[in-house]
């Protein structure tokens, strides 16, 4: 059974730092992507950045782009969002998810990702 955890979420000021992890279990593929999306209240949810197990290519939303950093460990199956520059925009519930499928094909389409996490709150206040 594939498992997808995630921690790191809290309350920030605004222009303040933190790191999201990512623990995937369960995962046997070698070609494999993992994403990081969120979704704010009353909206929809979003793609933030992904990552693919193969060469470590990435993808960022133009929001976060300069300001955030996603990053692998694929031997623990971990991957981290260091989130800089908080705004109050980035408020949000953030999900890792994971599919099977390579980076370039899976992108930062939420309906290719077959696994997700249950969340975590990041609170940025003003």
């Known amino acids: 059974e594939v498992q997808v955890v995630e921690s790191g979420g809290g309350l920030v000021q605004a222009g303040g730092s933190l790191r999201l992890s990512c623990a995937v279990s369960?995962?046997?593929?070698?070609?494999?992507?993992i994403g990081w999306f969120r979704q704010a209240p009353g909206k929809e949810r979003e793609g933030v950045s992904c990552?693919?197990?193969?060469?470590?290519?990435?993808y960022y939303a133009d929001s976060v782009k300069g300001r955030f950093t996603i990053s692998s460990d694929n031997a623990k199956k971990m991957v981290y969002l260091q989130m800089n520059s908080l705004k109050s925009e980035d408020t949000a519930v953030y999900y890792c998810?994971?599919?099977?499928?390579?980076?370039?094909?899976?992108?930062?389409?939420?309906?290719?990702?077959?696994?997700w996490g249950q969340g975590t709150q990041v609170t940025v206040s003003s």
């Open positions: 998810a994971a599919d099977h499928h390579g980076v370039q094909t899976v992108g930062l389409s939420a309906w290719w990702y077959e696994h």
């Open positions: 369960g995962f046997t593929f070698d070609d494999y992507t």
């Open positions: 990552i693919g197990s193969i060469d470590g290519t990435t």
